[in-house]
């Protein structure tokens, strides 16, 4: 069985003091619910007290970005060879770094594989907009993203890699993809696609998250469903109880 993993996705919220204080809470409260992998993703700033403070607690810690290069003249940039030690785990092509940040196909895959070159374990995510999702061209675009994605990732590495589905439309909106939609789309086409890249036996080991407006009320549906092996969760994993609640809905469901 794929185990589950839940990571919050904590965006540019929290000030270090926060953080440090919500995993200080959060811990002791994740701690029996071993069966599920629980991730959390601070802001850069927040890494390093963040995996200080979950050392021993079974908790690990994402980075939300990372550039491609180990290091060099790239202003402003965080680089895997820094992650490593501070990081198991690193979202790549978060839609908003593609909206806003100009992250592109090519920069995810070059991401992808610096990270993996690094030991670090890419959250690889993607998804469609609202336009390409009601013009009928979800599964091309989704389809498209994980192939350019893992374009030259060997299959050994496939180990090392979550891939999560996020409709751009259902991120901080509130309106979120049924967990059958959502089932389709991450069994149909993206494990699918993983199949046709890597074989079905690779296809069915590898991790696949939903994420967009996921929260304690939706997580039992989406974790229901066979093909979701766990959610990007934003928003409710702000929340110590919300977060907690997520990670007993993800057991309750599997029935682990
Ligand atoms: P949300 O964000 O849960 O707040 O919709 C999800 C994400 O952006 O990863």
Redesign the pocket.
């Given at each position: 069985m794929r185990t589950p993993i839940i990571a919050g996705?904590w965006?540019m919220f929290k000030l270090l003091s926060e953080s440090v204080t919500f995993v200080g809470e959060l811990a002791p409260r994740l701690s029996a619910l071993t069966s599920v992998e629980r991730v959390v993703c601070p802001t850069y700033l927040a890494l390093a007290s963040v995996a200080e403070a979950l050392k021993g607690s079974g908790i690990k810690v994402g980075a939300q970005s990372v550039h491609w290069e180990a290091q060099g003249a790239f202003t402003s940039q965080i680089s895997p060879w820094m992650l490593q030690g501070l990081a198991e785990y690193v979202?790549i092509g978060?839609?908003?770094c593609r909206a806003y940040l100009n992250e592109t196909d090519e920069t995810v895959n070059k991401k992808v594989k610096a990270s993996l070159a690094y030991g670090l374990k890419p959250i690889i995510?993607v998804g469609e907009s609202l336009q390409q999702n009601e013009a009928g061209q979800t599964q091309q675009i989704v389809g498209g993203q994980v192939r350019a994605a893992l374009n030259g990732v060997d299959a050994a590495n496939m180990a090392n890699i979550v891939i999560?589905y996020?409709p751009i439309w259902?991120?901080?909106?509130?309106k979120?993809a049924s967990g059958e939609v959502a089932n389709s789309i991450i069994g149909g086409t993206i494990r699918a696609t993983l199949a046709d890249l890597y074989g079905n036996d690779i296809a069915q080991t590898v991790r696949i998250q939903y994420?967009?407006?996921?929260?304690p009320e939706n997580m039992f549906e989406y974790m229901s469903q066979p093909d979701i092996d766990g959610?990007?969760?934003?928003?409710?994993?702000l929340k110590v109880n919300d977060f907690v609640q997520l990670v007993e809905a993800a057991a309750k469901a599997k029935g682990i």
């Open positions: 996705n965006k979202i978060h839609s908003e995510a999560a996020e259902a991120i901080g909106t509130g979120n994420g967009g407006s996921v929260k959610a990007l969760v934003g928003g409710a994993s």
